[in-house]
C-alpha cells in the first residue's frame, strides 16, 4: 500500500452551510478511516522555522502559503493508488463542506 499526506482546507462557514446529515456522514467516514489505521489531525497556529546553511535559527508565527481558506486538517493515508486515494478524501468534512483537500503521494526516502 502507498502513503498519501492529505491536507484539508475549510472554513466554519463552509461547515455551517452544509447539511447536517452531510457532515455526520462525512464524521463517520472520518471515524472509519482512523480506525482502518489513518494518522488524522486538526490543524492549529503554524509556525515558520528557517535555518539556512545551519547559520542559526529562526521562527515566524504564521504559515508560509496562503490561499482563500485555511488549512483545517491533516490525514496520512493508506492506498492502493492515488485514485483509491482520492476516493477516500472525497468523502471527507472538508470535501463535502465547500472546502478542498490536497493528495500528496509520499515517497520512500533513499
Known amino acids: 500500500m502507498a502513503r498519501f499526506v ?3 482546507y475549510g472554513d466554519q462557514e463552509g461547515y455551517d452551510r ?3 446529515a452531510v457532515r455526520d456522514q462525512a464524521h463517520a467516514h472520518d471515524t472509519r478511516l482512523r480506525a482502518a489505521g489513518a494518522d488524522m489531525g486538526i490543524t492549529g497556529s503554524p509556525v515558520q522555522v528557517r535555518n539556512h546553511d545551519g547559520a542559526g535559527m529562526s521562527v515566524e508565527s504564521g504559515s508560509f502559503m ?5 488549512v483545517a486538517g491533516f490525514a496520512i493515508i493508506e492506498a492502493a493508488t492515488l485514485e483509491e486515494a482520492i476516493q477516500l ?10 472546502g478542498v483537500v490536497e493528495v500528496w503521494p509520499l515517497r520512500e526516502t533513499p
Not at 66 to 70: I, N
Not at 89 to 96: D, E, G, I, K, M
Request: glycine share 4%; proline share 10%; with cysteine.
Open 89 to 98: 478524501v472525497s468523502r471527507t468534512p472538508c470535501a463535502v463542506a465547500h
Open 66 to 70: 496562503s490561499s482563500a481558506l485555511p
Open 6 to 8: 492529505t491536507i484539508g
Open 18 to 20: 452544509t447539511d447536517a
